[in-house]
């Protein structure tokens, strides 16, 4: 085990984009575990568009000058709890670090199935995922054959509902993405039947081709002009699940979006947010759900995988800049195949 332990920190607020320069590494020794703690190497680290909206200087945002947090996987490398093994994989949110101090009451097993890598677990099987299935099972109530548009659909969360709106057994699936390579990724291997590059023209004349009978659901990543296009295109008794506004992250600035609020009323549409740590009860049902699609092959993982701990940052910053397909994750280096 290396004797210098690296942690992230914010040193300053964004307005706008964030940059390198926001960030510094920050090196010291590794800690000593406490009594009933355990220390914990990473092996692997998340890097999620909320992570950009905690930059601000908001309720329960990041602290300047202090180690960033953030979902990751690691190893026990030493004990001093009968709770927690050398050797046993746990799930934490001590991320943005090398190494992690925890508790026994700080952690989450992994279940380790067979033929499922690591990664899913911060991705479909983790907190990606769930939001994913939350977004439909739990919010928008998904039933067969309704129609959905998905903002932002090339992201983490944006496969995975797109996954798992087919094996629900979702009609037309319809998305919007930042490039055309995106968006015929999407339809060729994800299986979306059209999805349009947002950067093409106004998003509610993109939503009106790719959906001309108009749609039942909408997973908002994004807000803005597309959350707009949607409440235009939603059916009576449509349904908006809010999941995120990543188009106004780094755009503090911009307009609200308008639109017609008298069809919210006249449509009966209904509109909910939600925070998938409200819904962590969900997560075995979503093992119950996914893993025998993973093992049999019907549901593949979107990853992004990102070697090295020092690209953490980079990794975020490409993130935001929609540079990834699927979730974006760190991977240490011992943990590449190369490194085998």
């Known amino acids: 085990?290396?004797?210098?332990?690296?942690?992230?920190?914010?040193?300053?607020?964004?307005?706008?984009?964030?940059?390198?320069?926001?960030?510094?590494?920050?090196?010291?020794?590794?800690?000593?575990?406490?009594?009933?703690?355990?220390?914990?190497?990473?092996?692997?680290?998340?890097?999620?568009?909320?992570?950009r909206e905690m930059m601000d200087d908001v309720p329960g945002g990041f602290a300047l000058d202090a180690p960033l947090e953030g979902r990751t996987l690691g190893r026990v490398v030493a004990s001093r709890t009968p709770l927690l093994a050398e050797g046993e994989i746990v799930f934490h949110r001590e991320g943005w670090r090398t190494h992690a101090v925890v508790t026994p009451e700080e952690i989450r097993r992994v279940p380790r199935f067979d033929g499922v890598p690591l990664t899913a677990y911060l991705s479909t099987l983790g907190g990606t995922g769930l939001t994913a299935y939350v977004g439909l099972t739990r919010i928008a109530r998904l039933q067969e054959g309704e129609d959905l548009f998905v903002s932002a659909a090339a992201g983490g969360v944006g496969t995975a509902t797109g996954r798992f709106a087919r094996l629900l057994g979702a009609g037309r699936l319809v998305g919007s993405a930042g490039s055309a390579a995106k968006a015929a990724h999407l339809v060729r291997e994800v299986?979306?039947?059209?999805?349009?590059?947002?950067?093409?023209?106004?998003?509610?004349?993109?939503?009106?081709?790719?959906?001309?009978?108009?749609?039942?659901?909408?997973?908002?990543?994004?807000?803005?002009?597309q959350l707009a296009a949607a409440v235009g295109a939603l059916r009576t008794f449509g349904r908006i699940v809010r999941v995120g506004t990543i188009s106004q992250y780094n755009t503090p600035d911009a307009p609200p979006p308008h639109f017609d609020h008298t069809g919210i009323v006249e449509k009966s549409l209904r509109m909910e947010g939600f925070l998938v740590s409200n819904y962590r009860d969900v997560q075995e049902e979503l093992y119950d759900f996914a893993v025998p699609h993973l093992r049999s092959g019907r549901l593949a993982l979107d990853e992004t995988v990102v070697d090295g701990f020092e690209h953490i940052v980079d990794a975020f910053l490409g993130m935001l800049r929609g540079r990834n397909t699927g979730k974006i994750i760190v991977r240490d280096r011992t943990e590449a195949p190369d490194a085998v």
């Open 1 to 51: 085990m290396n004797d210098t332990a690296l942690t992230v920190h914010q040193i300053a607020r964004p307005h706008g984009f964030p940059t390198a320069g926001h960030f510094a590494f920050v090196e010291s020794a590794v800690p000593e575990p406490p009594a009933g703690g355990a220390l914990v190497e990473n092996l692997y680290w998340s890097v999620d568009p909320y992570h």
């Open 191 to 225: 299986g979306y039947d059209a999805v349009f590059d947002y950067h093409e023209g106004p998003a509610a004349e993109l939503l009106a081709k790719a959906a001309p009978d108009g749609i039942d659901v909408f997973v908002d990543n994004v807000g803005g002009e």
